[in-house]
C-alpha cells in the first residue's frame, strides 16, 4: 500500500475512533497520520510523498496569494481613472510535461484575474497567454515560469 492510501486509511481510522465522521475528523486524522508516517518514514523507506504534500500545499497558498494580489490590482485599474492596462499576447515556453500539468498551469493562469490562456500548440511546448499587465513582457514571462509553472511541476510531476 502506497504512503496516500496508507494516511487516508489512518485518517478514516481516526474518525471511526472519534464516533463522527466529519471533515474536521478527517482532516485533523489525515494530519496526525501524516505526521506519524513521516515520523517513521526511516523504517519504512524513503518517499517522495511527504515532498508532494508540501507542494501541493504550496501551490494552494501561492496560487490563492497570486489570486488576491491580482484582483486588487485589477480592480485598482478599473475603478482609477488612470488606466496602467497594456495588453499584450505572448508565448511562453512550457517546462512541464504531463497532460495534467499543462491542463493546470493554463486553468490557474486562466483562473488569475489581467490574464488568460488562450492556446497550447500542438507540440505542447508553447502556451500562448493574453496579458492584461504586459509593460514588462519578458519579466512577465519569468514571473509565470518561476511561480505558477514551477509550483505545478513540484506538485504534479514531482521527481518523475
Known amino acids: 500500500m502506497n504512503v496516500f ?8 481510522i481516526w474518525s471511526a475512533l472519534l ?28 518517499s517522495s510523498y511527504f515532498f508532494r504534500v508540501w507542494a501541493w500545499a504550496k501551490l494552494v497558498v501561492m496560487f490563492h496569494y497570486e489570486l488576491v494580489v491580482s484582483s486588487i490590482e485589477v480592480a485598482w485599474d478599473v475603478l482609477t481613472p ?12 512550457l517546462d512541464v510535461k504531463t497532460d495534467a500539468g499543462i ?26 497567454i493574453h496579458a492584461m499587465f504586459a509593460d514588462d513582457p519578458e519579466a512577465l514571462l519569468r514571473s509565470l515560469k518561476s511561480g505558477m509553472e514551477r509550483w505545478v511541476i513540484d506538485a504534479v510531476e514531482g521527481d518523475e
Open 5 to 12: 492510501a496508507t494516511n487516508i486509511v489512518l485518517a478514516v
Open 19 to 46: 464516533g463522527e465522521l466529519s471533515l474536521f475528523n478527517l482532516g485533523s486524522g489525515f494530519a496526525l497520520g501524516f505526521a506519524a508516517l513521516w515520523v517513521v518514514q526511516p523504517l519504512t523507506g524513503s
Open 82 to 93: 488612470r488606466h496602467r492596462a497594456r495588453p499584450a499576447i505572448l508565448e511562453m515556453p
Open 103 to 128: 491542463l493546470l498551469v493554463t486553468n490557474l493562469i486562466s483562473l488569475t484575474p489581467g490574464t488568460l490562456s488562450l492556446d497550447v500548440t500542438d507540440d505542447r511546448k508553447t502556451l500562448k
